[in-house]
């Protein structure tokens, strides 16, 4: 038996019903709305590459936090719930920064003997991934084997 | 409803009442044991499980030690020393002590701390044990096709180009980690929603403050584990390109994601170590907790803390120095919390009327090694130092100080803490405490020999060695078998105690004041006699202990 | 013995509870709470998960940012529009299932339901589309990759986490609709109704999940150039 006027109805938690229809079908509306903002934004040219990325996930996140208040009643929920799932983003956030540090900081002191990284970042040349010319520096020669003419991928 | 007497604080050794009907004897069919959903039962059967691992483990490492008596060869080649060492850490960190006090002592114990029937999701509950039994089987499995050779910690390049049932071993760990975790979701669950009323998060038994930091790790870390499983095994078939430089990809990645479920995994491991200890030192000094919020919020701190220091394994690794010297300063932080506990431990025995009975023996052997262990970490964490010391049996020697002194003595003195409300029968104090000054001795020497030859260059994981190491070798090869010795007595001590026919040991022989100890022994099936209300702190030893209420048992008023 | 060995059965006739509620909760309401707990922490545990591979996807996009840019242009970002569509939609069908089932409107729960199923299949049939097409061009994971196209050395990378996520991203798809199809089934015989709706909300968390990771795929996928 639905009623417009949902306060009447009780629910197990004894507290009057949040949301309903209309509160929905707006933030339905209103999600729409931002993903077609998110694929008109990514058509624009922002000046530098990581522009994009930034604004796309920040639409993104704005989108997520809508789903989460409203559709997953965080809104309305006692704030354990919210909590749980905030204090999983921050450490997922910590799970990125740190390797995100250390990958971009490997370079900043130079020993003496550094001959460079062991792999190359992609370089632009059009050929196939695995096991061709990739431009990677040979492999050591296994110990007590010849040293061959170009360090051998055995795949 | 019970007035405070002075009789109930006695054992009833001596009067061995009729048995009465409990969580062991009623419905006691094999079908009803495999579908159960008591938390009891289930405790019961993680206990046997783990404990079962255990020993298959621990005599792993006696082979290993058995080897390693010479440089030479004596009846392992090197390939299959490899594959021995690799199976007792994965065994060991995997199969039990993940697990151990968690499910096996946590499940047991932590419903009726909280005066609740039963757990959050009883039925996730046994869900669980069945992923553990199947995690377990496809690890054998894996053991059975040949055994891996990787280490426990699963490096890339090389375990991701190694021949071997690498990838099964891996899925198996992936299963296992959702054991992990579902128990991880009901314990938290359970604190939050089902406890007593008037017990309010200050009103806690330290252990479950202990327990609770414990879940939400293995709810927060565990999966992490999971996806760096899928992850190596992907690499493995289908060559994705994530962690090998040949690809692309970075080897380091590897382990900063097997690193970020890992290290938060030994506060998993510890901290349910502490909770037993903070359990046994105010029942077994008369006296209320020192620094009650101190140990409590300490629990949750190392928990915290513990996810921010990972880095901390990967020194030598590659890592960039920035990153190293940011997971150093966090290490030393994360040294704190613990050291907050191990003075308001000590200062809680202080002028206490200390009983010296077996639980409390192991708890003292709990601080002294625990100390140790710790301490030596502190060494770890410089980076300086670790350049030396990694990768040496200096990191072995402290890790079993702080896992096996730490984790696995609390375990044990837990269980014998537990043991009279878990079965209501007493095991032989006598025997039991000599086993515990074996175990105790036999550790050291096993250990501190490897502190000395480690911090001497012995590197760990090595079949053999230079001559001048063999003097510590062969100490701790005699150590590990008066450790074995220690261990396998006082599981035979526990053991012999169930051939007895009544239940002598009391309902609360140790005379605590946590709520598990006002139900009778072992308890019934749904744990308590209506719904329990908390009258007392749960160290309170100003009052008598509330007495078991069961309406037709032993007790009455 | 004691009382409380008492069967819900028993206690619904004798002592009018809820047959629904548990032993060993003491009333619907903590039981309804604690299972919102304990959803979210599963929940909690998904988000590493995925986020797991959301991160080696943002390290190796930071390592290998012309190939990925280069590899993007594979992907047609209409049908990963039309896929974000379609389950925001599904979302607002399941978030009015949850709304049906706390108002006992049982015909609209059973409706609501069913049209999430439904937008759940429609994501999937575009998905299998997708990766029929990835299949014919060889733009497949790591070892398969076949491509011949002209293309950067590290694009199969790009496409090891395109095939890993969405695929994982699928298999909790089709894990919903399989779970979604149950809650069906108990709806038509009238399983839920205002006091006891729990399994339909959280459902409707994991769906919700569900729908979140993908906000966060389709960007990173369909749309970075």
């Known amino acids: 038996m639905s009623q417009h006027t949902h306060d009447s109805h009780s629910s197990p938690s004894g507290h009057h019903l949040h949301g309903g229809p209309k509160v929905y079908a707006t933030v339905l509306a209103i999600l729409l709305a931002l993903t077609l903002i998110t694929i008109g934004a990514s058509k624009v040219d922002f000046g530098s590459p990581s522009a994009n990325v930034v604004i796309a996930l920040i639409i993104a996140t704005i989108k997520a936090t809508i789903v989460a208040l409203w559709f997953m009643h965080l809104k309305y929920d006692k704030p354990i719930n919210g909590m749980i799932f905030a204090s999983t983003l921050f450490f997922l956030a910590l799970f990125f920064a740190y390797p995100y540090i250390d990958a971009n900081s490997r370079t900043d002191v130079k020993p003496s003997n550094w001959k460079g990284p062991a792999y190359m970042p992609d370089s632009g040349s059009a050929v196939r991934g695995i096991g061709a010319n990739f431009p990677v520096r040979p492999l050591p020669p296994p110990p007590g084997s010849k040293p061959a003419e170009h360090g051998a991928e055995k795949h | 409803m019970a007035n405070a007497t002075t009789t109930t604080t006695q054992t009833r050794i001596g009067t061995a009442p009729p048995p009465h009907l409990n969580y062991l004897t009623e419905n006691n069919t094999l079908k009803a044991w495999l579908t159960t959903v008591d938390h009891k039962r289930l405790g019961l059967m993680y206990l046997g499980a783990v404990m079962s691992f255990f020993f298959i483990a621990g005599a792993l490492a006696l082979l290993l030690r058995l080897e390693l008596l010479t440089p030479k060869q004596d009846f392992m080649d090197s390939a299959t020393y490899n594959k021995v060492f690799t199976l007792h850490g994965a065994i060991m960190v995997f199969l039990f002590i993940i697990p151990s006090v968690p499910a096996a002592l946590g499940n047991f114990v932590l419903p009726l701390m909280l005066g609740a029937k039963d757990v959050a999701f009883p039925r996730l509950n046994l869900a669980s044990f069945y992923v553990y039994c199947t995690g377990a089987v496809m690890a054998l499995a894996a053991i059975i096709l040949g055994g891996v050779d990787t280490g426990w910690t699963f490096y890339t390049p090389y375990s991701t180009t190694t021949d071997g049932p690498v990838g099964l071993m891996a899925m198996a760990v992936f299963v296992l980690g959702f ?213 040496t049996y200096f990191v072995v020697a402290h890790f079993h100080y702080v896992m096996m002194g730490g984790t696995v003595i609390a375990f044990i003195g837990g269980i014998h803490y537990w043991w009279p409300k878990m079965f209501g029968k007493m095991y032989n104090e006598r025997l039991a405490s000599i086993a515990c000054w074996i175990v105790f001795i036999g550790f050291n020497v096993t250990f501190l020999n490897q502190f000395m030859m480690g911090s001497q260059g012995m590197p760990r994981r090595y079949w053999t060695y230079l001559p001048e190491f063999q003097k510590y070798h062969i100490g701790s090869t005699i150590g590990s078998w008066i450790l074995g010795f220690g261990l396998v007595m006082a599981a035979g001590v526990l053991l012999a105690s169930l051939r007895k026919k009544e239940y002598d040991a009391g309902d609360n022989p140790w005379g605590s004041r946590t709520m598990e100890w006002e139900t009778i022994s072992p308890p019934i099936t749904h744990n308590f006699e209506g719904q329990p209300v908390l009258r007392h702190g749960p160290y309170d030893f100003r009052v008598e202990p509330t007495p078991a209420t069961v309406a037709g048992g032993r007790h009455s008023g | 013995m004691s009382s409380q060995v008492i069967t819900a059965d028993h206690e619904a006739h004798a002592h009018g509870h809820d047959p629904n509620l548990q032993h060993h909760f003491a009333e619907m309401e903590q039981q309804f709470e604690c299972s919102k707990i304990g959803m979210w922490l599963f929940l909690a545990t998904e988000v590493l998960l995925f986020g797991g591979l959301f991160v080696g996807y943002g390290l190796m996009q ?136 729990t399994p339909i909300d959280l459902t409707g968390l994991y769906w919700h999940l569900v729908d979140l990771i993908w906000i966060y795929l389709f960007p990173l996928f369909y749309l970075i150039s």
């Open chain 3, 62 to 197: 930071g390592q290998h940012s012309e190939a990925f840019k280069s590899a993007h242009h594979h992907l047609d970002w209409r049908l990963g529009a039309l896929n974000t569509i379609v389950l925001l939609i599904s979302s607002f069908t399941m978030v009015m299932a949850v709304w049906s089932a706390q108002t006992s409107n049982q015909k609209a729960l059973v409706r609501n339901l069913a049209l999430t199923i439904g937008c759940a299949c429609t994501f999937m049939v575009v998905k299998f589309f997708e990766y029929s097409h990835k299949y014919h061009e060889g733009l497949l994971p790591g070892a398969f990759y076949s491509y011949t196209g002209p293309h950067q050395n590290a694009e199969f990378v790009f496409f090891s986490f395109y095939f890993m996520m969405t695929g994982l991203h699928g298999i909790h798809v089709t894990a919903g609709i399989v779970v979604l199809t149950y809650l069906l089934i108990q709806a038509r015989k009238g399983a839920y109704n205002s006091s006891y709706f």
């Open chain 2, 179 to 391: 054991s992990s975790i579902f128990t991880g979701i009901n314990f938290v669950a359970t604190v939050h929603k089902l406890r007593a009323p008037g017990m309010g998060w200050f009103q806690l038994p330290l252990f479950v403050w202990g327990i609770y930091a414990t879940a939400l790790i293995q709810v927060l870390a565990t999966p992490v584990l999971g996806i760096t499983a899928v992850l190596m095994v992907m690499e493995r078939a289908f060559h994705i390109g994530i962690f090998d430089a040949r690809l692309g990809g970075d080897p380091v990645l590897f382990q900063h994601f097997f690193w970020f479920y890992s290290h938060p995994a030994v506060y998993i491991m510890i901290l349910p170590g502490m909770a037993i200890i903070s359990e046994i030192i105010p029942a077994f000094s008369k006296k209320t907790m020192f620094g009650y919020r101190a140990i409590a919020f300490s629990s949750v701190s190392i928990a915290f803390i513990g996810f921010l220091v990972w880095g901390h394994h990967m020194f030598t690794s590659g890592q960039s120095d920035l990153a190293s010297a940011i997971f150093a300063f966090l290490t030393y932080l994360v040294a704190i919390p613990s050291g907050i506990k191990i003075w308001n431990w000590l200062a809680t025995m202080y002028q206490g009327s200390i009983d010296m009975r077996t639980p409390m023996l192991y708890a003292m052997s709990f601080l002294i090694l625990f100390a140790i262990g710790g301490l030596t970490g502190l060494y770890l964490g410089a980076i300086s130092v670790d350049i030396h010391l990694h990768d």
